[in-house]
Each structure stands twice: as structure tokens, then as C-alpha cells.
């Protein structure tokens, strides 16, 4: 026998027993899965470093470009107001002040061009402002003519129109003709005339009760009453019509 571990487990075995092994690994039932595409595999790293060696060869050589014009317009510009070998002070200044006339002109033409486009673009605006309160007015206009009506509202007559005409004569005050002026007696018409005093501008106006007479006052009390009596039948009336009607 050979030489056993100092702290190995001692397996117990069947000699009789005939079935699959229990110490083996457990074999998956799945069928091995199959190789990855082409197109879905990542990629490799070389290409990557590639690819990006590449992106910043670009950037540089897009920079250095920048900076060679750069470099010559400001080579031009120094070439322009450097002194000509043969060339007097005189002509150098005259051919500095042309350039310098041409230059500011170019400029200004540009300033010219940008202001009138904002001006442009700001006339445009006003009137699209314009454009939208007009509409905003109109469908106001619009929403003043309609009449909220609720769900079993009788109308018995036509609408009153209490606005005046901007153009309309101007009726005489007390001239209207009321309903109560009808009912009430000629009695009390009488008494309510006798009861108007003419001030100095030759408007009548009635007497206060201060100062009228004990008769006065009773009279004008009697008239006061009559007066509720006749606005409280008409309104009794008014009701039994809707009633009716309802």
C-alpha cells in the first residue's frame, strides 16, 4: 500500500454498485455554443492605435496650415509699410495713407452691410409684432359678442342696448316714460310737480323733506306708498308669467 496524506478524507467505496461516478465533473446537457461572427468580434487593439495615430496627424497638419497663413498675412502686412529701396519719404508716406484710405473703407462697408441687415431684421420684427396684436384685438372683439348661456335659461324679450351711440342726440332729462308714471294716479304727479322747486339756472329740483311742510310730508308720504304698492304688483305680475311660462 502506498503512502496516504496525513489529513486526506478516506472515500468509502461499493464494490457492487454499477452506476455513473459521483467524484466525476458534471457534464453540461447544452450543446457547445457556436463561434462568434466576424462582424460582431471587437477590434483589435493594433487598429485602434492605428486609427488614432492617424486622427492626430490630421489635427496637426490642419494646424500647421492655420498658422502658415497666419504667418503670411503677417509677412504681407509688414511687407505693405516697409520702405521701398529708392523710394522717397514722401511717396512712402502718400502709399501708406492710400492703403490706409482703401483699408478703412473695405471696413466700413462691412460695418454698413451688418447694420443694414439689423435693421432689416428689427423692421421685420416690428412689424410681425404688429401683425400679432392686430389678431389678438380681432379675436378679442371677437370673444365680447358671445353670450355665456347656461343650461335652462329662458329669455322672455330681447336684449336692452344700455350703451349709447357715439353719434346720438341727447334726450331730455325726465322725459322717459316709466312703467310706474302709468300705474300711479295723476294725483301724485301732481303733488311730485307742486314739490319741485326752480333753482337759478331754471332746473327744477324737488324739496327735501326738512323743509316742506307738515301737508307736505304727508302727502308725500301717501305718494311714497302708492309708488311701492305699484312697483310691488308689477313685480308680482313679472313672476306669474314665468311661472307660467316655465
Wanted: a positive charge; hydrophobic letters at 25%; proline letters at 4%.
Amino acid at each position: 500500500m502506498g503512502r496516504m496524506s496525513r489529513y486526506k478524507k478516506i472515500k468509502s467505496c461499493d464494490p457492487f454498485y454499477k452506476g455513473p461516478r459521483k467524484d466525476s465533473k458534471p457534464t453540461s446537457s447544452k450543446p457547445l455554443a457556436k463561434e462568434e461572427k466576424l462582424e460582431e468580434q471587437g477590434m483589435p487593439r493594433a487598429a485602434k492605435d492605428l486609427m488614432k495615430r492617424q486622427l492626430i496627424m490630421k489635427k496637426t497638419a490642419t494646424k500647421k496650415k492655420a498658422e502658415k497663413k497666419q504667418k503670411k498675412t503677417a509677412q504681407s502686412g509688414t511687407k505693405k509699410f516697409q520702405r521701398i529701396p529708392g523710394e522717397s519719404k514722401k511717396e512712402y508716406f502718400m502709399r501708406i495713407d492710400q492703403e490706409a484710405t482703401q483699408e478703412v473703407a473695405e471696413a466700413l462697408k462691412a460695418s454698413r452691410k451688418m447694420r443694414d441687415g439689423r435693421k432689416k431684421h428689427l423692421r421685420d420684427r416690428k412689424e410681425k409684432i404688429k401683425e400679432k396684436k392686430r389678431l389678438s384685438e380681432k379675436n378679442a372683439s371677437f370673444d365680447l359678442t358671445k353670450d355665456d348661456v347656461r343650461f335652462g335659461d329662458v329669455v322672455m324679450q330681447p336684449p336692452s342696448i344700455t350703451a349709447k351711440p357715439r353719434k346720438a342726440a341727447e334726450a331730455n332729462k325726465g322725459s322717459k316714460a316709466l312703467l310706474l308714471h302709468s300705474l300711479l294716479p295723476q294725483k301724485t304727479k301732481e303733488t311730485n310737480m307742486q314739490n319741485r322747486t326752480p333753482d337759478n339756472s331754471g332746473i327744477t329740483k324737488t324739496k327735501k323733506r326738512k323743509h316742506m311742510s307738515a301737508l307736505e310730508q304727508e302727502k308725500a308720504d301717501k305718494d311714497r306708498k302708492r309708488a311701492i304698492m305699484a312697483y310691488r304688483m308689477i313685480r308680482k305680475q313679472r313672476r306669474q308669467e314665468q311661472d307660467g311660462i316655465a
